[in-house]
């Protein structure tokens, strides 16, 4: 499985290369999550298999999950990096935010019914998990006990507006409730800016 100084340096390869302004598209990078993400790959045997579903902040997920590191810069050079799919290595990816809890939760049900191998993880933000539509799906994939794992990554802020503020809570909505089965939640902080570099690059 890749390193976590292969990630760090992934992202500072990145970071580099868009600093040049020959990405014309917008690029979130993180840091500060490695060892999470891969203890997450590792502990649940994240394999050919499964799904992984991931938002605008995904060239982690994509690595961990076996793409090639030149086909992923690739795609990022050619402005997907927001919307990352790799079909053949079951990486999906959108830059919307709650887009794609229902499409796990429903990739789910079709592995369970189907009895195919294979489970649905979805990696999110922690505004992303108060959406209306996390609770959803959530609910759904823990009523139905479907092979589904929601993640949720805590960098506190949604780009630069802080969560828990924004939400009256100190906890996610979701600690001490029955759903914490189907969840994993972590804290970080990010390295980088919400999206690009925190300055204006020009092309
Ligand atoms: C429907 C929709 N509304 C707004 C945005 C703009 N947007 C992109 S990321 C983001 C913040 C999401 O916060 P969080 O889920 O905590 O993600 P993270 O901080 O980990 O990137 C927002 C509002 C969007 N991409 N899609």
Redesign the pocket.
Known sequence: MITKEELVAFEMDIAEVFATGVIRAPV?LRAGREEMLIKIFKDHHIGDDDYVFG???SHELALLKGVPPQELKQAILDGKSISLCFPQYKVLCS?????LMGAAAGVAWALKHQQQKGRAFLF??????ETGIFHEAVKYVTNFDLPAVFIV?D?G???MTD?RAAWGSSDPWFKGTKYESKIIYFKYTNGYP?SGLGKLIKF
């Open positions: 979130h938002f605008w902040d830059g919307i935010v709650g887009s999110c933000g922690d505004m992303s998990s990554c960098n802020v949604s780009v969560t919400h």
